[in-house]
């Protein structure tokens, strides 16, 4: 059975930095694309960071551009999403996902086949 756990939300203030970590159970193998997302109350679920089975290759949203990275260690089964200067619209529930896959990196929710259950995000003075 495969599982994501995502863990490292919490409360921050504006311009604080935070690092999530989802790590993966149930898998054989690392050949899968994971990424990020997040979903505000009322809003639809948005793509943040994802990144390659290789680590070759990422994709950021363009609201997180040059404040988010994300990384992937195979041989832990996690991903990390390191985020700087954050700020109040930052807050949500942040979701890791995982699609199989060796060389798309999607950013439509429905692409993917696992998900986290969630931790949330609380930017605020």
């Known amino acids: 059975q495969v599982r994501l756990e995502e863990s490292g939300g919490g409360l921050v203030q504006p311009g604080d930095s935070l690092r999530l970590s989802c790590v993966v159970s149930?898998?054989?193998?690392?050949?899968?694309?994971i990424s990020w997302f997040r979903q505000a109350p009322g809003k639809e679920r948005e793509f943040v960071a994802g990144?390659?089975?290789?680590?070759?290759?990422?994709v950021y949203g363009d609201s997180v551009k040059g404040r988010f990275t994300i990384i992937r260690d195979n041989a832990k089964n996690a991903a990390y999403l390191r985020m700087n200067s954050m700020e109040p619209e930052d807050t949500a529930v942040y979701y890791c996902?995982?699609?199989?896959?060796?060389?798309?990196?999607?950013?439509?929710?429905?692409?993917?086949?696992?998900w986290g259950r969630g931790t949330q995000i609380t930017v605020s003075s």
């Open positions: 996902a995982i699609k199989d896959t060796i060389r798309a990196l999607p950013i439509a929710p429905a692409e993917y086949d696992y």
């Open positions: 149930g898998r054989t193998f690392n050949t899968y694309t």
């Open positions: 990144i390659l089975w290789t680590g070759g290759r990422t």
